[in-house]
Structures are given as C-alpha cells and as structure tokens.
C-alpha cells in the first residue's frame, strides 16, 4: 500500500518532467526553425532568396512545396512566375550570346547533388534552351489551369501584377518578385 502512494507520486512528477520537457523542446524546435525574422521556414520567402540567386531550380521546389503546405490560386501562379522568370532569364541570356549560361542553367536544372561529380550530365547549350523551354511551357499550362479553376480572376489580377514588374525591371524582373506578393 506504501508503494503505491509512492508510484503514484511519481507518476506525477513523471506526467509534470514530460510535459515540461515537451514545452522545452518544442519552444526550442520552433525557435530553431526559422531566422531571427521568422522567415525561414516559408518557401516563398526561401524561393525569393533563390531567385535572386539564380537557384532556379530550387525555387521552383520551393513554390511547390508552397503548394503542398497552402494550395491556392496564388500558390499556382507563384509557381508559374517561377517558370516565367526562367523562360525569361533564358531568352535574356541567349539574346546576349551567353550560351555558357544557358549551359549551366540547364545543368542547375538537373543537378542530382553529388552524383553530378562522377556522372555530369552534358548537353550542347542551345539544346538546352530549346529542352528548357519547351518544359517550361508545358508547365506554365498545367499550373495556369489549375489557378485559373480555382479562381481566374484572381489569376488575371497577379498576372496584371506580374507584367507591371516586369516592365518596371526589363533587365533583371527574373530575379526576383513583385513586392506586392510580400514573399
């Protein structure tokens, strides 16, 4: 009878360490999960930075797991914008005779991380933006219909917010986003 005075006191202090414990952990694991701003863990705000950096290929699997996480009509064209900027950025380089680029681009595009190391993937670099492009048009059409279906006005409102970028940055627009879209 002792015992079990003793066992239920400490399953108490047990039930009070775990849930103290938890609190600890999960305030640290969310602490630790993002920068200082809290921005970190979005995908936008980690496609952004990819834009910027030409990591293109990275955000656009940052913009689909925007998708995953939050789908809406916005998700869909953030992707789009993602295929748009490297259309663009393609055609901007090939109008410069920068086929050195388009070359590397195409690399980033399939990069499968270290095995590119002992198994690069070759390919001749106006090859590649015709491949690239072509890609990325069938995908602009496959996401387009999946934002138009949720909610075409809405679409068109962001693309009208896209074009006014992309005027207002002829040289550069791909690299990054309308600051209107706050990612």
């Not at 990275?58 to 996480?69: K, N, Y």
Request: hydrophobic share 40%.
């Amino acid at each position: 009878m002792r015992w079990c005075k003793h066992i239920r006191n400490f399953r108490g202090y047990a039930v009070g360490l775990v849930f103290i414990m938890t609190w600890m952990f999960l305030g640290l694991g969310v602490a630790g999960a993002s920068d200082e701003s809290g921005q970190a863990d979005r995908p936008l705000h980690r496609a952004k930075i990819y834009l910027m950096a030409g990591d293109y290929r990275r955000a656009v699997e940052a913009c689909q797991l925007q998708i995953d996480r939050s789908p809406s009509v916005e998700s869909y064209v953030y992707l789009i914008y993602v295929y748009h900027a490297i259309d663009g950025y393609v055609e901007w380089l090939a109008k410069q005779d920068n086929w050195g680029e388009v070359g590397r681009l195409s690399l980033s595009m399939v990069n499968r991380g270290t095995m590119d190391l002992v198994d690069p993937p070759n390919m001749l670099s106006r090859m590649a933006k015709e491949i690239l492009k072509e890609g990325l048009r069938q995908q602009f059409d496959v996401a387009a219909g999946m934002a138009n279906r949720l909610n075409k006005s809405r679409a068109d409102e962001l693309w009208l917010e896209r074009k006014a970028w992309e005027e207002a940055h002829p040289t550069n627009w791909w690299s990054g986003v309308p600051e209107s879209w706050n990612w």
